[in-house]
DNA sequence: ATTGTAGGTCACCTTACCTCA
DNA sequence: GCTGAGGTAAGGTGACCTACA
């Protein structure tokens, strides 16, 4: 025969409907016998709300007579006949749909026999339960794909304050830095060269508590808002060893207890607090456990998709 | 066991019609 | 009455699966 099913089910009733063979064919297909539509020795498939009338004056009169006839069947509410005019496209009654919406909450999938049990409840044929459910469920994935969009919106506003709360906070650091830095340097030159102490021009040989400082800033510059890797954050001024500021590290062995004064020295008086410094500065105060708290919403195949938050700033939701 | 075909369903995209502001 | 937007039933197509010869 050749014809592949889905044409089969479709083929315009002008090609078929004084065709015997044809007829089997369409009937299996659909399972038009099961239906209460059947209309004996009429056009077998009988798709009228499928069906291509685009030349009706050529048409055979019988099977008009026979539409006709099925037309007078819906007399008063013709508007919600399933027989509706040819080439006219008619909604479903809302208690069909509603009928349906129910079977769909129940299943989205539709087995053969419950698809014909649903047409014959509802007076619909098969095929056209079918495609109701055929275009539920593409409206029900387009609503999920909303949802999923609204909730990863949600999730990337919130990524997008948070970060920017960092940021600020990093500013208002940098600047308590600064200001660090330049008390020290005044102090230590005042040290260093009594006399000459606040010659701008002439400074301190070697200002390791300034340039440690220096390190702390660039840390809190370069690496606290980008949350990257460790292979990249290994290229950080702060731990690159060829860093021209901070050749000699950022935890090498100093005595800063100057460094902040008799009034900050306590908890900064040993080698060993300059490495909870930086690592305080790092870790906690810098980096207050981003993974745990940017990424506590989302689930493990949300859309970050492995990329730093920063990165994604780039390219995800451009608004 | 393998292969070809028919029949069925699905997702996806498109078209055509309807409704409503 | 006209019109454009949005919703929806249906058409078209390709992919996939299953049964069967």
């Not at 685009?54 to 069947?73: A, C, P, Y």
């Not at 600047?175 to 005044?186: D, I, P, R, S, Y």
């Not at 300034?210 to 890797?229: F, G, H, I, R, W």
């Amino acid at each position: 025969m050749g014809l592949s099913p889905r044409y089969s089910s479709h083929i315009n009733i002008m090609e078929v409907y004084n065709d015997s063979h044809m007829a089997s064919v369409l009937l299996k297909d659909e399972n038009i016998l099961d239906s209460t539509l059947w209309v004996p020795n009429s056009s077998p498939s009988f798709h009228a709300s499928m069906v291509n009338f685009e030349d009706e004056n050529t048409m055979g009169r019988s099977f008009f007579t026979q539409i006709d006839d099925k037309m007078e069947n819906c007399n008063d509410d013709f508007n919600n006949c399933n027989y509706h005019q040819p080439g006219k496209k008619r909604r479903l009654r809302p208690d069909q749909v509603q009928f349906l919406e129910k079977s769909f909450e129940v299943e989205n999938k539709l087995e053969p026999e419950r698809k014909i049990q649903l047409a014959k409840e509802l007076d619909l044929q098969p095929r056209q339960v079918a495609i109701w459910f055929q275009n539920r469920r593409a409206r029900y994935k387009t609503k999920v794909l909303e949802k999923d969009y609204e909730k990863l919106k949600a999730s990337f506003d919130k990524l997008k304050t948070e970060y920017e709360a960092l940021c600020k906070q990093n500013e208002k650091m940098k600047n308590e830095v600064n200001l660090l830095t330049e008390k020290m340097g005044g102090r230590e030159n005042k040290r260093a060269r009594p006399g000459l102490s606040d010659d701008p021009i002439i400074s301190s040989p070697v200002d390791s508590q300034s340039e440690k400082l220096s390190c702390y800033q660039e840390a809190v510059t370069n690496v606290a808002p980008k949350q990257e890797d460790a292979s990249s954050s290994a290229k950080s001024d702060m731990f690159d060893s060829d860093s021209p500021h901070c050749n000699h590290s950022a935890v090498e062995p100093a005595n800063s207890s100057h460094v902040f004064g008799p009034e900050a020295n306590s908890d900064f008086s040993q080698d060993e607090d300059d490495d909870n410094l930086s690592r305080s500065l790092l870790t906690s105060s810098v980096f207050p456990k981003i993974e745990d708290e940017f990424y506590e919403d989302l689930q493990p195949n949300s859309c970050n998709l492995g990329f730093p938050v920063q990165d994604q700033g780039t390219w995800f939701w451009q608004f």
